[in-house]
Structures are given as C-alpha cells and as structure tokens.
T-cell receptor
C-alpha cells in the first residue's frame, strides 16, 4: 500500500525567510497530493493541493511542486509570517482508491520573530 | 454554515467502558471518515464510509466500530476502550463520485483519554 514520508519533523525559520517541507510517496498510482495546515488546537484545513497532471501550483505565498519520476512533492512558503506557525501534513491518494488518503507524519513549523 | 460537528470535544473514560463519539455533517457529503492523530504518526484512518450502509476498514480499525444509517451521521464506537486508544480523533467528510478526490472537511476533534 501507499506510504508517505515527510521531512523534517520540525522546522524553525526566521520571519520573512522561506520554508520548505518535503514528502515522498511509494505508490506510483497516486495522483492527488493535498497539503493540510493544523494550527494549535484546531482542525486540519486544506491549504493547497496538486494533481499529477501538473508540476507546480501557486497560491500567493505558498506553492507546491511535484516530481512524479522521483515520487516526491514539496511545499514552499515564502516570506513567512507568524501566522504560518502550525503543523503541516502532506498526503497522497489515487483516483482508483479515492477512499484512502495517506497522510505524512507532519512538520511542526515555527516562525521566529 | 457548512460544517462537520463532533461531540464531545473532550472525553475521559476508564478501560472497558463503552463510548460513542458522534459526527454529523450538513453538506450532504457521501464520504465520511474517522482518523486518529498521535504525535509523530500523523493522521491515520480508522474507518471510512462511501455512502449510507457502506463502511470499510482503514489502516487502524482494531478496537473500533462505526455505523452509517443516515447520510449525515457517522458515529465512532469503542466497545471496550483501552489506554492505547488515548488519542485525538477527527471525523472528516467530502464529496465523492466521479473517481476524483475532493477537499476533506474536518470536525473540531475529540481528545480521548482512557485511564
């Protein structure tokens, strides 16, 4: 079955700098890759997703890149702000098994003032 | 307001005492799922349901039961809770159909402690 590995587990960056979180997946059939943000004490919420027919997607300060050959995808946050502090989860699923979405173990991002 | 509602928010119980965590969504979503969140392990799927009366096991179903008698409700049942089921639980729902993946809407979570 699918396995998603996420790195790093914790990340601390200076406010204004960029943050990058990386994930790898094992199932070549996976073709949908969402990212969820979970603020302290809150529920996870979708912030961006990418499908396998594109290599990159941007939404203001966040972007996701996908390398299907290498089976890895990354979340990029530029010009980080205090409100970016949260736990971020990557995930992977395939259309053929849309019921199963496998999450990474999470990255705790801290923004230093 | 579109939402997934979970209750209770916090629950402390003792080993072996049956409990139910309720989950309800008002978005007419076909798909509903339960996850548990543990430090360093991310979100692991317990059970999911593609529609009324259709349920299936996720990755960690042992010790849990679910039912889907109505489209909006998907309760999680722990018949005989044990301390290793102490965790943060999330219910989630999304549209299903067409073979596509859609955004998951999560409930606010239930922090369960089994003593």
């Amino acid at each position: 079955g699918e396995n998603v590995e996420q790195h790093p587990s914790t990340l601390s960056v200076q406010e204004g700098d960029s943050a990058v979180i990386k994930c790898t997946y094992s199932d070549s059939a996976s073709n949908y890759f969402p990212w969820y943000k979970q603020e302290l004490g809150k529920r996870p919420q979708l912030i961006i997703d990418i499908r396998s027919n594109v290599g990159e997607k941007k939404d203001q300060r966040i972007a996701v890149t996908l390398n299907k050959t290498a089976k890895h995808f990354s979340l990029h946050i530029t010009e980080t702000q205090p409100e970016d502090s949260a736990v971020y989860f990557c995930a992977a699923s395939s259309y053929s098994s849309a019921s199963k979405i496998i999450f990474g173990s999470g990255t705790r991002l801290s923004i230093r003032p | 307001e579109a939402q997934v509602t979970q209750n209770p928010r916090y629950l402390i119980t003792v080993t072996g005492k049956k409990l139910t965590v309720t989950c309800s969504q008002n978005m007419n979503h076909e798909y509903m799922s339960w996850y548990r969140q543990d430090p360093g392990l991310g979100l692991r799927q317990i059970y999911y349901s593609m529609n009324v009366e259709v349920t299936d096991k996720g990755d960690v179903p042992e010790g849990y039961k679910v039912s889907r008698k109505e489209k909006r409700n998907f309760p999680l049942i722990l018949e005989s809770p044990s301390p290793n089921q102490t965790s943060l639980y999330f219910c989630a729902s999304r549209r299903a159909g067409g073979g596509t993946n859609e955004k998951l809407f999560f409930g606010s979570g239930t922090q369960l402690s089994v003593l």
